[in-house]
């Protein structure tokens, strides 16, 4: 089985400041990884994802994220906050092999760009 | 293209009733995932057709709630006898391919579900 645990329920930083948002994983075989934004009142987009190759993954908005193995971690990060970012963030596993493709989802990071 | 949507935007029933959740994939997506949001469980995956295969219903909470996928495109999501712990956001998915891991799912924009 696998899971995602995202630290930190809120996180608050300055426009234009650096974006970090912690994800990490845990899967008994080679996950597939995602991260997930959603604005008020809307789904799910998808910022970017990992499958294979290149550890460092580059999606849209400025945001990329890198695939550390050894710490089984995740995490998404942007140079610059812009207030557009302020949403929900979700990262989200599945499984290379079975599965169906179902995503597991981690609790989400709330992310409020400030002034 | 269109994308994934989904019917009613909103729902307000009352607590016993019946009701049906409409799911529009992207078309030629032949993968198509229901999932659950609530402030209480965050996101959950409720179930996944596949083509014509057997679905995976592993993630359904108890026996009052069942899916229909016909024709390969559209799906049902039906609750009966709703509760108040139904309350929450449906949101269904679709992807061109679903056997294995890795392919994105495309969300629709949701059922608020509210039960009183």
Redesign the interface.
Known sequence: AQSVTQLGSHVSVSEGALVLLRCNYSSSVP??LFW?VQYP??????LL?Y??GATLVKGINGFEAEFKKSETSFHLTKPSAHMSDAAEY?C?V???????????????TQLKVEL | GAGVSQSPSNKVTEKGKDVELRCDPISGHTALYWYRQSLGQGLEFLIYFQGNSAPDKSGLPSDRFSAERTGGSVSTLTIQRTQQEDSAVYLCASSNRGLAGGHEQYFGPGTRLTVT
């Open positions: 996950p597939y997930y009142n809307q789904g799910l987009q998808l994802k499958t294979t979700f989200a599945s499984l290379v092999t079975g599965g169906g493709n179902k995503l597991t989802f981690g609790t989400g």
